[in-house]
């Protein structure tokens, strides 16, 4: 029997080095739920072991029941009939069975709706697992958002119509936000929603790129301000399948063949209003993409834990010039990188959940259960605000740095295998097929570095990372972050210089910037790792200097990842505050010459 949890050092580390206590308090108020519902924890203790019992399960189900279906889901991929119904591959379908039977469709809903009232850090972890056994699935799991936008958002009646069934796993959503005209920039939404004279609201109009657009319940964004351009036209609206809602194609398409990909044509679709009217996209799709954005980003750490793992099995075992080719340092050296991107991502990923949560909890704490104390209050404000603006910048950033890296793992891991990974007998050629759409969904990876550079250049980055610094680190890794601190001084010289260049400059180094950004607080994040009081060994692979069987403790291991990364990326730092300095600006002066212009066909 597998287990993609209990065989995952990192992902076992990570759950007992973060403080997983400290979130369960705050989800759960205090255990202030258990006196009401039978299955709510009653202390910190309780709580934290059900959520290990969770991930322990799902890790069993990801390995024994997912993982093997995965490969037909590729190969058979979803079905569209003549009358518009789809057939899920039947691995899906299946494995939709199991997590509702399992009732983890409810993740982190409200007790009340049978939800289970778990952390997001808790979802990014489960979200990760299932994804290494079939990225596919998680499409579908992943899209619980659309049950907490409902939660988040409409009117209790509606809470109560939709979230019990979606908790039971009975139903699934989607978020149907994209037109043929409106990608990036969803402010072009066209679809109209309209209201006939009883107040009734329908929607007219053709959605297209929209995964499990043939679920259940579907949230669309629609212009019902017909005289009003730009995102204040905009509001949101939920309706189920039926005769006016016609599947008319389902995209044949790279990767993630187990999740059905449709055009929607709306004709004239009986709907209902989230919310209030105008507040569509921002508030509620901007805060829906927020959430779906931690989910690619654990989709894509799922994706690239699997595709390195093949690598480093295959560089054991293969042997080419009479040595096992994991013994070339050029492979070696390929393994090592992928496997400091894993942990770095993994890093990254789980720190923005665990801020998310802290967003969360101190703004719910503050709106519906303020201390009476003024200080107390001001200062709970306070924290609020930096959580949700740390928040803001890390999810941007988490989801670009994952996508990007499970990318560059998946593509690497096939160099490794050489021409066997280039072959279907081996499944990292479906994972790099997979990975490649984490970049662009959910906001591409340009989009991501637009959201994450304001952090970056408002003060969000540097403010945060005082905090980082500020953490109690051990001595074997304060020369790290000394090293660290001068990264951040050419980080404050690079923005100061981008700030008096205007926007245009900043958004031509926002990668730049963002990847500066990035590495250091990856380097603090690992530093931190190291300095772990979690006592655990893993094992080290056999080797010239080390034996069979032989361990490490967690803690030693962590401050040579670390070491090896912040080494690593202080000259990349230094070479990229030097290029974001040079102040090229040929981008925009020789773009014409340097392109040529579009062909005449
Ligand atoms: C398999 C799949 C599943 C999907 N699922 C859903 C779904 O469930 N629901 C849904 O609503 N949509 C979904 N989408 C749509 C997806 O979110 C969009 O494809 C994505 O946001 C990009 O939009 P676009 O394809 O129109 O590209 P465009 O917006 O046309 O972008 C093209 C290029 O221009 C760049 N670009 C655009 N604007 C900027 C900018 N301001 N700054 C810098 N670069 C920019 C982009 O980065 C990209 O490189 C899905 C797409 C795919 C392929």
Request: aromatic share 8%; net charge negative; charged share 25%.
């Amino acid at each position: 029997m597998g287990n993609f949890y209990k065989d995952n050092d990192d992902i076992q580390f990570l759950f007992r080095h973060i403080d997983f206590k400290r979130l369960a308090k705050l989800c759960e108020e205090e255990f202030r739920f258990a006196a009401e519902f039978d299955y709510a924890p009653s202390d910190a203790g309780e709580a934290v072991e059900n959520y290990e019992m969770v991930l322990d399960a799902l890790g069993e189900l990801s390995a024994d029941f997912i993982a093997p279906r995965a490969e037909n889901v590729d190969r058979e991929g979803n079905t569209l009939h003549e009358d518009g119904t789809v057939t899920r591959a039947k691995g899906i379908a299946e494995a939709l069975e199991k997590l509702a039977q399992a009732e983890v469709m409810g993740f982190t809903l409200p007790y009340r709706f049978g939800g289970l009232n778990f952390p997001n850090l808790l979802y990014s972890m489960a979200t990760e697992i299932i994804s290494r056994a079939d990225a596919s699935l998680m499409n579908i799991f992943g899209l619980q958002g659309i049950a907490e936008t409902i939660n988040a958002f409409a009117c209790e009646e509606l809470k109560q119509e939709y979230l019990p069934p979606f908790a039971e796993g009975k139903v699934t959503g989607a978020m149907v936000l994209t037109e043929p005209d409106a990608g990036s920039d969803l402010q072009a939404v066209k679809l109209r929603a309209f209201e006939d004279e009883k107040g009734n609201w329908f929607l007219h109009g053709v959605k297209r790129f929209i995964t499990n657009g043939c679920g259940d319940v579907l949230l669309v964004l629609s212009r019902s301000e017909p005289d009003r351009s730009g995102g204040l036209g905009l509001s949101l609206f939920v309706c189920e399948p039926g005769p006016t809602v016609h599947i008319r194609r389902l995209e044949d398409k790279l990767g993630i063949h187990g999740s059905p990909t449709c055009e929607i044509f709306f004709d004239n679709t009986p709907c209902k209003l989230i919310g209030e009217r105008k507040r569509g996209l921002a508030p509620y799709v901007a805060t829906l993409m927020n959430g779906a954005r931690i989910g690619i980003a654990a989709q894509s750490m799922g994706i690239a834990e699997a595709a390195y793992r093949i690598a480093r099995d295959y560089a054991a075992s293969r042997r080419q010039f009479g040595v096992a080719i994991e013994r070339l340092p050029a492979v070696r050296d390929m393994l090592i990188e992928m496997k400091i991107a894993v942990e770095a991502g993994r890093a990254l990923l789980y720190e923005t959940s665990r801020i998310v949560d802290l967003a969360v909890a101190y703004n719910k704490r503050v709106e519906e259960n303020p201390p009476e104390d003024k200080s107390e209050l001001k200062e709970l404000k306070n924290d609020a605000r930096s959580y949700k603006r740390y928040a803001g910048m890390l999810t941007p950033m988490a989801k670009y740095l994952c996508s990007e890296m499970c990318n560059q793992v998946a593509y690497d891991a096939i160099q490794v295998l050489g021409g066997s990974g280039y072959m279907r007998d081996y499944a990292s050629e479906r994972h790099a097929r997979d990975a490649r759409i984490t970049t662009i969904y959910e906001g591409t990876s340009q989009l991501q570095i637009v959201a994450a550079v304001r952090g970056v250049c408002s003060g969000t980055t540097e403010k945060y990372l005082a905090d980082l610094a500020g953490l109690p680190y051990v001595d074997e890794v304060k020369d790290l972050i000394d090293k660290l601190a001068e990264g951040v001084e050419q980080l404050k010289v690079a923005v100061e210089f981008v700030k008096d260049k205007g926007n245009d400059y900043m958004d031509l180094y926002g990668r730049a910037l963002t990847d500066i950004a990035i590495a250091l607080i990856n380097g603090h994040l690992l530093c931190d790792q190291a300095s772990t009081k979690v006592p655990m060994d893993v094992a080290v692979a056999p080797g010239v200097s080390s034996a069979n069987g032989q361990v490490v403790a967690m803690k030693q291991r962590k401050a040579l990842v670390a070491r090896r990364y912040v080494e690593k990326n202080a000259p990349k730092i230094k070479a990229l505050t030097d290029l974001i300095c040079q102040g090229d600006r040929s981008t925009f002066s020789d773009y014409e010459a340097l392109v040529g212009p579009v062909q005449e066909q």
